[in-house]
T-cell receptor, first 111, second 113 residues
């Protein structure tokens, strides 16, 4: 069974600092890995999808890396802003149709 | 640019009542999903529809039924609501189920009293 873990559970940084969010998974035979953002009381917003054949994927200030062999992905957010405060979730498909989610990292960026 | 739209956003039910959660996507996606999100349990798949005309059980299907009405719409029905079904329900869609990017709705916050 695929297990997805995100550490730390919470993170607080001053504005301008770079954020590093970790995601690990137990079964390296994945199609891809997706990072989401969730604001309190809201739905999930897709941030990045990184395919199993890719090592990195970038979108603006966001960069996600993937190391399948070690079962890890890292989401980097450069020059954090208070608007980046949210919960960040990673997910991998465990079969064709189910996403297995981590519990998330709740980020607070202090102004 | 609506994406995935869920209705209602909030609902309070009494134990034993029934209701249907509605979901529609305008991205011409083949696959649609229903998840529930609970504190400490994360997101769990209730049912999914790989393509129009098909539905399958996920991790936690008991107490729920679904209907894939057409390619756009996928509804979730609670026939006899129980307090254990108090949760936030999310609908999602993707082009296909083969590890393609999933897009989520804004959620329905359901309380069963």
């Amino acid at each position: 069974k695929q297990e997805v873990t995100q550490i730390p559970a919470a993170l607080s940084v001053p504005e301008g600092e770079n954020l590093v969010l970790n995601c690990s998974f137990t079964d390296s035979a994945i199609y891809n890995l997706q990072w989401f953002r969730q604001d309190p009381g809201k739905g999930l917003t897709s941030l990045l999808l990184i395919q199993s054949s890719q090592r990195e994927q970038t979108s603006g200030r966001l960069n996600a890396s993937l190391d399948k062999s070690s079962g890890r992905s890292t989401l980097y957010i450069a020059a954090s802003q208070p608007g980046d405060s949210a919960t960040y979730l990673c997910a991998v498909p465990t079969n064709d149709y189910k996403l297995s989610f981590g519990a998330g990292t709740t980020v607070t960026v202090r102004a | 640019n609506a994406g995935v739209t869920q209705t209602p956003k909030f609902q309070v039910l009494k134990t034993g009542q029934s209701m249907t959660l509605q979901c529609a996507q305008d991205m011409n996606h083949n696959s649609m999903y229903w998840y529930r999100q609970d504190p400490g349990m994360g997101l769990r798949l209730i049912y999914y529809s790989a393509s129009e005309g098909t539905t399958d059980k996920g991790e936690v299907p008991n107490g729920y039924n679904v209907s894939r009405l057409n390619k756009r719409e996928f509804s979730l029905r609670l026939e006899s609501a129980a307090p254990s079904q108090t949760s936030v329900y999310f609908c999602a869609s993707s082009v296909t189920g083969l590890g393609t990017e999933a897009f989520f709705g804004q959620g329905t916050r359901l309380t069963v009293v």
